[in-house]
Nanobody, 122 residues
Framework: QVHLVESGGGLVQAGGSLTLSCAAS????????MGWYRQAPGKQREVVAD???????NYADFVKGRFTISRDNAKNTVYLQMNSLKPEDTAVYYC????????????????WGQGTQVTVSS
């Protein structure tokens, strides 16, 4: 089995910073892309940022210049550094990873973390 465990969420004032972490554990042969999504109340889940195994990154327009995604392949961990937070960034943030559990699988499948709440007060 594969597990993704997020940490680092919390309450912060507008303009503040938070760093989210997500560690993958269990049966892992290789990890392809990893990413962060968020879902605000009454809204659909949306992609925030993702990063390939080689370190290539993509960001949603609404976080460009404020958030930075990174990963430590040795630790199977992805991070999201969030700066200049705004009240509209308030949401549950979910970690996603495309993982091959063993060499027997020809391709990976997507796994999700349980989510961590980020609340930005005005």
């Amino acid at each position: 089995q594969v597990h993704l465990v997020e940490s680092g969420g919390g309450l912060v004032q507008a303009g503040g910073s938070l760093t989210l972490s997500c560690a993958a554990s269990g049966s892992i042969f290789s990890i392809n892309a990893m990413g962060w999504y968020r879902q605000a109340p009454g809204k659909q889940r949306e992609v925030v940022a993702d990063i390939t195994s080689g370190g290539g990154t993509n960001y949603a327009d609404f976080v460009k210049g404020r958030f930075t995604i990174s990963r430590d392949n040795a630790k199977n961990t992805v991070y999201l550094q969030m700066n200049s937070l705004k009240p509209e960034d308030t949401a549950v943030y979910y970690c996603n990873a495309n993982i091959r559990p063993t060499f027997l699988q020809r391709s990976g499948r997507d796994y999700w973390g349980q989510g961590t709440q980020v609340t930005v007060s005005s």
